[in-house]
């Protein structure tokens, strides 16, 4: 007897039953074929994006971006592929188009002695059916709408001068196709360098483009177009992207940044800056790092966002892992003058319009006299209702397990870490304020932290970047519309404002408390409170954020908005249409949860009002 040699399949017999199983399965396509020829196919999908050649270039970003790519050094094989998927996808389609992307030769339209910076080259060139002709007329016009740091584009036909810009189109048969070519304007002239900048807009650019013309070539087919072209896009995490998130959420699980520059002393500071007259700064304590900052940054920029293939994903992680970097800056410069400069960079300055709404809110509500200050509910009895609350929402969605801890080492109120609810020991809250506070930090930030757990990457429940403006605009409209929204809450969030502007402005501690209780009548604790709070690492500018997020989600809401995009995990307003993005193209989940309080009676007339067009300062109704 002789062992039998078995005789590896064909690429295009392996691709045939790649296709049979993602038809019959579902099952994406991630086929190798070595030397870096690459068929990625998330779905069924009625086109193929091909790039024929072996350089990395931004042609081959753009491909490789698509829900359906061919990535070959071989036009003769790309031909074969394309043939095969086009006769199996049109019978379930109805139709099929090819898009060959690649690159031009030079950018020919730059040259040393003109004056002003010339359009780019973006040549095309289809076929004759209906279909073909709608196809490349919408790409001329999308990619033609946009420009590339100051430079136009220019379409023109595509007509080769070489034998090998030709070569796809002469193995496709009868297959759609539309040519695509642009000039390499992202390339440093006379060098192998690139502009990576310029490099990630001409791709974003050619990768819409490419999406408008197949919906376009859909509907000249007869067939029905998407609702937006943008749900041809990828619905499925590639590897590297799951990778990718996971290391950056392992920088981000080492520490918790306003943990590490909340002092742990404030009650002691209190009674010292009380026995000093007001007149000095009390010492503020904080807790010592556990980790080293350098190793934390070396392990965050060891974290590779360059083969992702999904220009929107990268752009997002990009933002967190800078984000990131610069929250560590912070920690590393705590108590020093350059944590006010770095963290101006990560919250922004007040501006003059956002100080201006505080002060009108801080003239016209009603001072709240500083005998009035009386015991409320503690920290047991605020654990006790958190925990309630809780279960509630434990009861409609195991995943999400909270936990609830009372602390000696924080200021009055509470704090979200991540899944847990800090409670301080020193609080002291009003019984009126309860419910709203429980829906700031439970129905909001513990909410939307288990919702963007379910999204399957960590970057939305860790937040993307400049997230919390929108979570705590969003948080303190569910205290108004549970009720609770005091004459006393609103003046303490305007008080933050100036307090901010003034600390950004260089004034000290206790005059920044003169201010808050001698021009503005907060009472001597609560001013301390907000000083503290603004001035705690040695001056944190966040506290701007509550104000200025109110009235953006009012905004929001007046124009039409809905709250739905914002529950599905902690996003900025910043990020909205991206979070439309990935919502068109399948990649979000709708959220596990919305908050309780949006169904209680008591909400539903104020989100009506709040709908048809209120102030920050019209939302108080005690």
């Known amino acids: 007897m002789k062992p039998k040699l078995v005789q590896a399949a064909s690429p295009l017999a392996t691709i045939e039953s790649d296709l049979d199983a993602l038809f019959r399965d579902g099952k994406p396509i991630r086929r190798e074929f070595g030397d870096g020829d690459r068929l990625h196919i998330d779905r069924p999908l009625p086109f193929l994006c091909v790039h024929v050649g072996s350089q990395q270039d931004a042609a081959f970003d753009v491909v490789s971006a698509s829900a359906s790519y061919l990535i070959v050094a071989n036009a003769g094989f790309a031909g074969e592929v394309a043939r095969l998927m086009a006769k199996r996808i049109r019978d379930r389609c109805g139709a099929f188009l090819v898009l060959d992307i690649g690159e031009l030769a030079e950018d020919r ?45 220019r379409v023109d036909e595509f007509n080769p001068t070489t034998r090998a810009e030709a070569r796809l189109p002469d193995h496709l048969g009868n297959v759609a196709r539309l040519t695509v070519r642009f000039a390499p304007i992202y390339r440093v002239p006379g060098t192998e360098r690139v502009y990576p900048e310029l490099r990630d807009l001409i791709v974003a650019n050619m990768v819409d483009s490419a999406l408008q013309a197949v919906s376009a070539f859909l509907k000249a087919s007869k067939l029905e177009p998407p609702a937006t072209h943008r749900s041809l896009g990828r619905r499925a995490y590639i590897d590297a992207v799951v990778r990718a998130d996971r290391a950056l959420d392992s920088v981000a699980s080492t520490f918790d940044f306003l943990l590490a520059v909340t002092p742990i002393n404030a009650e002691p500071a209190w009674q010292e800056f009380q026995a000093g007259g007001f007149e000095r700064m009390p010492a503020l304590l904080y807790r010592p790092l556990e980790f080293e900052v ?131 020991r020193d609080t002291n809250l009003p019984p009126e304020r309860l419910t709203a506070l429980l829906s700031h930090e439970i129905g909001v930030h513990l909410l939307t932290y288990f919702n963007g757990d379910a999204q399957g990457l960590a970057i939305f429940r860790n937040g993307l970047a400049g997230y919390e403006g929108m979570q705590e605009g969003l948080a303190v409209l569910a205290e108004y519309l549970v009720g609770g929204m005091t004459a006393a809450r609103l003046r303490l969030i305007a008080a933050r404002v100036i307090a901010c502007q003034a600390m950004l402005a ?15 009548g907060l009472d001597d604790r609560s001013a301390f409170n907000v000083v503290l709070r603004v001035f705690r690492g040695g001056g944190l500018a966040k506290d701007a954020i509550y104000l200025r997020g109110v009235a953006q989600v009012l905004d929001h809401l007046k124009s039409g908005g809905s709250l739905t995009p914002f529950w599905i995990g902690k996003i900025s307003a910043a990020h909205f249409a991206d979070i439309q993005e990935l919502n068109a193209r399948g990649l979000l989940r709708a959220p596990r949860l919305e908050p309780a309080f949006l169904s209680s009676d008591a909400a539903r007339p104020r989100l009506k009002k709040a709908m048809a067009g209120i102030d920050p300062i019209d939302m108080v109704e005690t």
Request: hydrophobic residues 45%.
């Open 506 to 520: 260089g004034a000290p501690f206790e005059y920044t408390f003169r201010v808050l209780h001698g021009d503005f």
């Open 109 to 153: 339209f730059l040259t040393e002695d003109v004056p002003f910076l010339p359009p780019f080259e973006i040549a095309l060139a289809g076929g004759g059916t209906a279909g073909e002709k709608a196809a490349l007329k919408r790409f001329a016009a999308a990619a033609s709408g946009r420009d590339a740091k100051y430079r136009t584009p």
């Open 294 to 424: 350098a190793a934390q940054k070396r392990k965050l920029y060891s974290v590779s966002l360059d083969h992702l293939e999904d220009p929107l994903l990268t752009r997002l992680l990009s933002e967190k892992q800078q984000e990131l970097d610069l929250q560590l800056s912070m920690l590393a410069a705590r108590e020093t003058a350059s944590f006010v400069e770095l963290g101006r960079a990560l919250y922004g300055s007040v501006e003059p319009s956002l100080a201006a709404r505080a002060r009108t809110i801080l003239e016209k509500t009603p001072r709240v006299a500083s005998t009035a200050r009386q015991k409320g509910l503690g920290a047991d009895a605020v654990a006790a209702a958190a925990r309630d609350m809780i279960a509630g929402y434990s009861a409609a969605y195991a995943d999400f397990d909270a936990s609830v801890e009372v602390r000696a080492d924080l200021p009055a109120g509470l704090l979200v870490s991540r899944n847990r609810l800090l409670v301080s």
